[in-house]
């Protein structure tokens, strides 16, 4: 499901949050702010008679009143008893913890447990029950530790529905988010789930079940991938007598390429001038200052392992003969130096592969200076790899991978060829099969 309009905003829910920690007892409050009928579910008495009280659990700014205001209205309730709480919900929201184990996996007990409680309660629950999963888990987890243990009630829908919440200012990240997410396979269900957001200003993103899943560990990565480079680049900063926080002001004001969805995409390994030859010269020239910044020490390592992946992927085709589309580092340039392409050539060559290229901005005898130096280096006899059209590359090979983004007039070409690709772009999706008529038809 892509991202979708704002939900229908329906009547207000009835919903049981299951647990009262950080993420619970701000989602049940905040809920209730929003006008639905909230109970939260805790088997710690104190956070239960706590919320009875109208008194939140911890410290959280905002939090206090909220609780005090939604419990005199009567929308938010608690309770030690999922049995007391689950037959008037609609939607269950499991917000239990989910803490690292000792080898740094997810400990997933607490998530067990309570879906064990859902599964002996769901015999005696008649009208349908959506459960939406606002713990973090791992991409696989609702499918395996939520959905299976209570499959065998077809009235249940399992929603991934992650929280982005951070501690001292959960309750306005609630109630502006930056980003809403539910995913599941039933729309509806899906959807249910966004509803109980459609008040607040945001527009939902209604994806997969394991995409939803996913995207938690992805925000969390690149907020800490974020800070570890501010950081890294403060340490250099400082050894060399720069104010770090002028050079990290600068870049933040380009909201073009840095602070954007520039290169924000899975695609292939990166090359050109640019890049490779300047992350080098920083990893070498901190290296003389004496200074360890593993993050950028790791970017080129990076690099490289995924272009082994994309080469691994290449020799594992069922294929004796592959084209190849792309030659520069990237579309629009005829810029061959440190293109990833041509070191992927170079290890299929010496692998033994047969294969044959056309780049729509590269001929082989218009290759001089610094590129046909670094080509000829890598790849001598490159001449003979190279056709002019893209037509005798469509009808030579036998499998066709795309190392660059086509324009348009190429991406027809290639459609319409039927030629199995394998793209290491994400620009062109790999041919489904045409679905044989049934019978009688």
């Known amino acids: 499901m892509a991202v979708a309009s704002s939900p229908p905003s329906g009547q207000p829910g009835r919903v049981a949050v299951l647990g009262l920690g950080y993420v619970g007892c701000v989602t049940a409050a905040c809920l209730a702010r929003l006008g639905h009928k909230v109970t939260g579910v805790d088997r ?61 996996n997810l400990g997933l007990e607490q998530l067990r447990r309570v879906v064990a409680e859902i599964a002996e309660l769901l015999s005696r629950r008649p009208q349908p029950l959506t459960v939406a999963v606002r713990s973090t888990v791992y991409p696989g987890t609702c499918e395996e530790v939520v959905a299976a243990p209570l499959s065998f009630c077809k009235s249940v829908s399992v929603v991934s529905n992650p929280e982005f919440l951070r501690e001292g200012t959960a309750v306005q ?17 899906v959807k249910r789930v966004a509803a109980l957001y459609a008040a607040l200003p945001v527009e939902p993103s209604l994806v997969s079940l394991r995409t939803a899943e996913l995207i938690k560990y992805a925000c969390n990565a690149f907020h800490a991938v974020k800070i ?31 602070i954007s969805p520039a290169y924000l995409k899975p ?132 499998h066709l991978v795309l190392a660059q983004q086509p324009a348009r007039q190429f991406a027809e070409l290639i459609g319409s060829s039927g030629l199995p690709m394998l793209d290491l772009v994400n620009t062109i999706p790999a041919p489904q099969p045409v679905a044989e008529p049934a019978s009688g038809a």
């Not at 890294?232 to 073009?256: F, P, Y």
Request: aromatic fraction near 6%; glycine fraction near 8%; charge should be negative.
């Open 44 to 104: 710690d008495e104190f956070k239960v008679n706590s919320v009875l009280a109208g008194e939140a659990p911890f410290y959280e700014p905002g939090l206090a009143e909220i609780v005090k205001s939604e419990v005199a209205a009567g929308r938010l309730s608690a309770s030690t008893s999922l049995a007391e709480a689950l037959p008037q919900a609609d939607v269950a929201l499991i917000c239990v913890g989910t803490p690292s184990a000792k080898n740094g």
């Open 173 to 189: 990240d609630f109630m502006a988010p930056s980003l809403l997410v539910a995913g599941g396979s039933d729309e509806a269900a």
């Open 228 to 258: 570890a480079f501010s950081n890294e680049i403060g340490t250099l900063a400082a050894n060399l007598g720069v104010d770090g926080a002028e050079v990290m002001d600068t870049l933040c004001r380009d909201t073009v390429l840095n």
């Open 267 to 398: 695609g292939f390994a990166f090359g050109g001038s640019c890049l490779p030859k300047d992350l080098r010269a920083l990893v070498y020239r901190v290296s003389r200052l004496d200074l360890k910044l593993p993050l950028m020490e790791s970017v080129l390592p990076s690099n490289d392992r995924h272009l082994e992946r994309a080469l691994q992927a290449i020799l594992d085709l069922p294929a004796r003969r592959i084209g190849v589309f792309g030659l520069a580092f990237k579309a629009n340039t005829d810029d061959l130096r440190e293109s990833p392409v041509v070191t992927l050539l170079e290890q299929l060559i010496g692998k033994g592969r047969n294969v044959r290229v056309f780049d729509p901005h590269i001929l082989p005898d218009r290759i001089y200076g610094s590129n046909r130096k670094y080509l000829l280096a890598a790849i001598p006899h490159i001449g003979k790899l190279f056709d002019s059209t893209l037509e005798q590359t469509l009808n030579w090979a036998d």
